[in-house]
């Protein structure tokens, strides 16, 4: 399944500016603590995938702030694919690879991605439905090596409940679009990571209400 075209407008709010460029303000404000997030994990070196990558925004960020890793940024959508060009053409890292196509909801993706150190994917299991999710936790297990992490950042649900008025309005804006989006719930993601053979590091508080998962492949 590709990128769904029944999510509320607001979900991937991004300003175009002129030359394919998308600037998304929530991107923008959420960079530095995701970037700290990755700078404090093991993972200095190596391949580096990052899913959904959107505007392109976090990358270019990531990409110098971790110069000894290779970053590799994907998403499903060829608007985002364009924009995250541009940002990267403004930077002139050499540790940042192209942006390619992906779609991480597919079955089978990780063969053409197999051997990443780290894979990070911010802001996307909210806009799929269990099913994808659960394909895509598989995926990004088979595609890390030994020892490699995961990173999931995103809004969770917390032992089934949303925590705050803004999860609940957000959460409902999803479901009433499509039944099948929405936050999933904290603890089906420890279920997900066990089934998929990752092995549960840790649960991060970040800004925002939002969680991040970090597993390892062991
Ligand atoms: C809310 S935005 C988050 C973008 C970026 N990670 C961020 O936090 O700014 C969701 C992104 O997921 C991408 N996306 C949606 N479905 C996808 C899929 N099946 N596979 C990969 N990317 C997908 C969208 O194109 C969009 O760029």
Partial sequence: MGYRKNIPTTVCLANMEGDNRLNSPSAVRNAEPIVELVRNTAIKSGNALEIASGTGQH????????????????DVDKTRIKSIRCWSDDHHLINLKPPCLLDATKEGWAVDYHGQDLILLVNLLHLISFEETKILVKEVSKALS????????????????????????????????????????????????????????????????????ITQKP
């Fill in 59 to 74: 990358v270019v960020k990531l990409a110098a702030a971790l110069p000894l890793l290779n970053w590799q940024p994907s």
């Fill in 146 to 213: 030994p020892k490699g992490l995961s990173i999931i950042y995103g809004p969770f649900m917390r032992e089934g409940k949303l925590i705050s008025k803004n999860d609940m309005e957000f959460h409902h804006s999803l479901i009433n679009s499509d039944p099948d989006l929405g936050y999933k719930n904290d603890i089906d993601m420890l279920d997900l990571f066990r089934e998929a053979g990752l092995v549960h590091l840790s649960t991060n508080k970040m800004p925002a209400n939002n969680l991040a998962f």
